[in-house]
């Protein structure tokens, strides 16, 4: 059965840090392209970051730039966000989605919250 498990989520304070984990299993993620999405409450649900299947390629959106780092390690067959200058505004429910051309899986989700 596959499976993509968000883990790390929690509450943290204006400016700490926190990572991410999405974890599959019953595939691979090794040729999957992986993105990071967040969905506050009323809003919709936007893409943050994405890393391609070898690592080489990364995206950010300009919001989170220079604060969230997308990393994966295949061998554990897990991607990341490293989040770090966390603001109010970055809390949300926080969902990976794993992508290979016609094949979507989607996690659950994670909460974060980040008190002022």
């Known amino acids: 059965q596959w499976q993509l498990v968000e883990s790390g989520g929690g509450l943290v304070q204006t400016g700490g840090s926190l990572r991410l984990s999405c974890s599959a299993s019953g595939f691979s993620l090794n040729y999957f392209s992986v993105g990071w999405f967040r969905q506050a409450p009323g809003k919709e649900r936007e893409g943050l970051s994405c890393?391609?299947?070898?690592?080489?390629?990364?995206y950010y959106i300009d919001s989170v730039k220079g604060r969230f780092t997308i990393s994966r390690d295949n061998a554990k067959n897990t991607v990341y966000l490293q989040m770090n200058s966390l603001k109010p505004e970055d809390t949300a429910v926080y969902y990976c989605k794993a992508v290979r051309i016609l094949t979507t899986y989607w996690g659950q989700g994670t909460q974060v919250t980040v008190s002022t």
């Open positions: 890393i391609s299947g070898s690592g080489i390629r990364e």
